[in-house]
Nanobody
Framework: REQLVESGGGAVQSGGSLRLSCTASGFYFSRYSLTWFRQRPGQEREGVAGIDSQGHIIYSDSTRGRFTISRENDNDKLGPQLQMNSLKPADTARYYC???????????????????WGQGTQVTVSS
């Protein structure tokens, strides 16, 4: 059974940094597009940053320049890493790792593109 597990969330002050990780069981990451999403209470899930199997990267307007997504294709069990710098209270959300076998990179930040999801990790940024 395919499963994704996120880690690295926590509570930080505004301006701080966190690094999120995602590991997999039941399948191998190297052929999948991998994206981080976040969801605030009462709001829709939002694409934050994505990276496809060829290394193409996309960021949302709200995270570009502050967040960095990466992947290690030599390690099929290690999913996307998300380095988050200059965190703001608006970044407070539950963050999810997602994987997709779709080749349609134009839909990279849409939740409907992704077949596999983790349970999420909470990030809380205080002012």
């Amino acid at each position: 059974r395919e499963q994704l597990v996120e880690s690295g969330g926590g509570a930080v002050q505004s301006g701080g940094s966190l690094r999120l990780s995602c590991t997999a069981s039941g399948f191998y990451f190297s052929r999948y597009s991998l994206t981080w999403f976040r969801q605030r209470p009462g709001q829709e899930r939002e694409g934050v940053a994505g990276i496809d199997s060829q290394g193409h990267i996309i960021y949302s307007d709200s995270t570009r320049g502050r967040f960095t997504i990466s992947r290690e294709n030599d390690n099929d069990k290690l999913g996307p890493q998300l380095q988050m710098n200059s965190l703001k209270p608006a970044d407070t959300a539950r963050y999810y790792c997602a994987a997709s076998g779709s080749a349609d990179w134009s839909r990279a930040l849409r939740p409907s593109t992704y077949q596999y999801w983790g349970q999420g990790t909470q990030v809380t940024v205080s002012s």
